[in-house]
């Protein structure tokens, strides 16, 4: 019986061959491939759209952090234009601006004398203000802040 099972084999085999395209019954994908093939292409895909959003919210916490350095730095350029002795008034010591419906907190403050890293000397006899500039912001129910300070010598 295994015998003639072979021979039939044979047969359709060389039969297909010559005749292009027919397919044995060996031949093809059946249900479990076609399952675990589409499994394997979810899990895939699912790391690719995770990787996505990873990405896309990177890319706008960058916006936002490029946003806050651009203010912060227009506000030190708008101290070290007052000079010396308008450095003090030029800015309001904290201020809200909304950009792209985010609000930017910005602080303020300007301190007599220079800062080092471990102490802060602040007698007004050395001619020179610090100017520290804050600025904040929340997304996602995390806040970000840039800083950023300047002197100005009298």
């Not at 896309?56 to 350095?69: D, G, N, P, Q, Y």
């Not at 802060?120 to 006899?125: I, M």
């Amino acid at each position: 019986m295994n015998k003639r099972m072979g021979e039939i084999k044979k047969t359709l085999s060389l039969r297909c061959k010559a005749e292009q395209g027919c397919m044995l019954p060996e031949d093809g994908f059946g249900l479990i491939e076609v399952v675990v093939a589409a499994l394997i292409l979810l899990i895939f895909a699912i790391m690719l759209l995770s990787a996505n959003i990873t990405s896309l919210s990177m890319s706008l916490l960058a916006k936002e952090r490029a946003t806050a350095t651009s203010i912060m730095t227009a506000t030190i350029a708008q101290a070290e234009a007052a000079g010396y002795n308008g450095a003090p008034s030029a800015v309001a010591s904290s201020s809200k601006q909304t950009i792209s419906d985010i609000t930017y907190t910005i602080s303020y403050s300007v301190t007599s004398g220079s800062s080092s890293s471990s102490t802060t000397t602040t007698t007004s006899s050395t001619g020179l203000y610090t100017v520290s500039v804050n600025v904040s912001w929340q997304n996602d129910g995390a806040t970000y802040s840039v800083n950023g300070a300047t002197q100005i010598a009298q």
